[in-house]
């Protein structure tokens, strides 16, 4: 059975930082890309970011500039690096894995979503 599982978010005052983790199990993903949604509250879920088995990364432009994906050493990892958070920035953030770079793809797998909450 695929899972993914995100790191717990968290509270974060606007303009600080916080990174996000996710580790997939149940298969590889070594030759897939990954990548992160979220959805704020009343808002439908959209693309943060996505990052390719040979780290070619498309982001939001909501978010270019001030967030980063990366993939981690060990396989079916990924990053999101939060820089310079908003409180636009508040929303459950999701791991997905199995699409691709390609605007508005399907994705395969999903993990459950972890609260990342921005203060004034």
């Known amino acids: 059975q695929v899972q993914l599982v995100e790191s717990a978010g968290g509270l974060v005052q606007a303009g600080g930082s916080l990174r996000l983790s996710c580790a997939a199990s149940?298969?590889?993903?070594?030759?897939?890309?990954m990548g992160w949604f979220r959805q704020a509250p009343g808002k439908e879920r959209e693309f943060v970011a996505a990052i390719s088995w040979n780290g070619i990364t498309s982001y939001a432009d909501s978010v270019k500039g001030r967030f980063t994906i990366s993939r981690g050493i060990a396989e079916n990892t990924v990053y999101l690096q939060m820089n310079s958070l908003k409180l636009e920035d508040t929303a459950v953030y999701f791991c997905?894995?199995?699409?691709?770079?390609?605007?508005?793809?399907?994705?395969?797998?999903w993990g459950q979503g972890t609260q990342v909450t921005v203060s004034s």
């Open positions: 997905v894995a199995g699409g691709s770079l390609v605007p508005r793809a399907e994705w395969g797998y």
């Open positions: 149940g298969r590889t993903f070594s030759r897939e890309t």
